[in-house]
C-alpha cells in the first residue's frame, strides 16, 4: 500500500509549525530553515524541548538521534514521514478491521 498523497497545503503547515516551535524555544523570529540550529544558537537542551514539542504537536516518536541535521527543513521531513507512515497504518488497520468483520 502507497503512502496517502499529503497536499502542499499540509506539507506547509507541517514545515510552518516546525518552525513555529523552533522559533519559540530558541525566542528568535530569524530563523533560518535550511541552516542547522546549533549554527544559530541551539544547544543540545534546546533541541530537545523542540523534538519534544514537535512529538507532543505531531503525535509522532521522532528521536534526536536520528537526526543528521538539526535543521527545520530536516525535521519537517522526518515529520512528514513519520505522519505519513501514522496515516497509513491506520488505513491498513481499518481495512483489515472491515475484512475481518465482513468474514
Known amino acids: 500500500m502507497t503512502a496517502p498523497h499529503r497536499s502542499s497545503a499540509e506539507e506547509t503547515d507541517i514545515h510552518r509549525s516546525v518552525e513555529s516551535i523552533a522559533s ?3 525566542q528568535r523570529n530569524d530563523i533560518d530553515p535550511a541552516m542547522d540550529l546549533f549554527d544559530q544558537g541551539a544547544t543540545s537542551l534546546a ?14 516518536e521522532f528521536d534526536v538521534a536520528i ?21 497509513t497504518e491506520r488505513a491498513q488497520t481499518e481495512t483489515e478491521e472491515r475484512l475481518t468483520a465482513k468474514g
Not at 47 to 60: C, D, G, K, S, T
Not at 67 to 83: G, K, N, P
Open 24 to 26: 519559540e524555544v530558541l
Open 67 to 87: 537526526l543528521e541535521e538539526a535543521s527545520v527543513d530536516a525535521m519537517s521531513e522526518i515529520v512528514r514521514a513519520q505522519t505519513g507512515d501514522a496515516q
Open 47 to 60: 533541541l530537545i524541548r523542540i523534538v519534544a514539542q514537535i512529538n507532543e504537536r505531531f503525535a509522532i
